[in-house]
């Protein structure tokens, strides 16, 4: 577990805090993307079961869950899969203008995936994810104040009709979280009161 968390880590981190991403795109997603080249201010691990996770018509089983959060407000939903095939098997829905709608629900519109894989061109030693545009939601029900979080469900499409599904249930433990560093709050309603 410890090092499933370590990786969905570095490989969150490597995917959207540096410009090496913006490299594997088309030019004008490069450049989309540079406008968001942000630095990982919180971040939060949860213990629990997947107890859906599709990618792509596949069913997965997943081995960690993390939200990370990005100075400039982007989030990032990242599931490391178990996939015994390959162990850099990672994919985060993400998106922007996520917001806290009541004190326990706190709601993403994601607008791309982004999927790691042992097979991607590497940056620094680890996965640059492929960044699939796409539309859909994710919610998740708990609080970052008290450490819980009781479940997250995300489902989106990409531009190639190719559907994400999760569904994830936390065990009870409470949720590991980090604040990297202080910065002002972008979500409507700070992940921390």
């Known amino acids: 577990m410890m090092r499933a968390c370590g990786l969905i880590l570095a490989v969150a981190l490597a995917g959207v805090a540096t410009p090496s991403v913006a490299q594997t795109l088309s030019p004008p997603a490069a450049a989309d993307l540079e406008q968001h080249d942000p630095d990982i201010d919180i971040y939060a ?3 629990g079961k997947c107890t859906t996770l599709k990618i792509a018509g596949r069913d997965f089983a997943c081995r960690a869950v993390g939200f990370f959060h990005s ?10 899969l178990d996939d015994p095939a390959d162990a850099s ?11 806290r709608t009541q004190n326990y629900l706190y709601e993403l519109p994601v607008d791309r995936m982004l999927l790691s894989s042992k097979d991607r061109p590497k940056a620094d ?6 960044v699939e545009f796409s539309a859909g ?6 609080n970052f104040a008290a450490r819980q979080v009781s479940s997250i469900s ?4 990409d531009k190639s009709g ?3 599904e999760l569904q994830f249930q936390s065990d009870g433990s409470p949720i590991t979280l ?3 560093r202080q910065t002002r709050p972008n979500i409507k309603g700070d992940p921390f009161e």
């Open 162 to 164: 190719k559907k994400y």
């Open 125 to 130: 030693g680890l996965p640059v994810p492929a």
């Open 45 to 47: 691990l949860m213990s």
């Open 89 to 99: 098997h990672i994919v985060s829905f993400s998106g922007e203008n996520g917001q």
């Open 154 to 157: 995300c489902a989106a499409t």
């Open 178 to 180: 980090r604040r990297v």
């Open 137 to 142: 939601y994710c919610k998740q029900l708990g």
């Open 71 to 80: 100075e400039k407000g982007r989030v990032n939903f990242a599931i490391a």
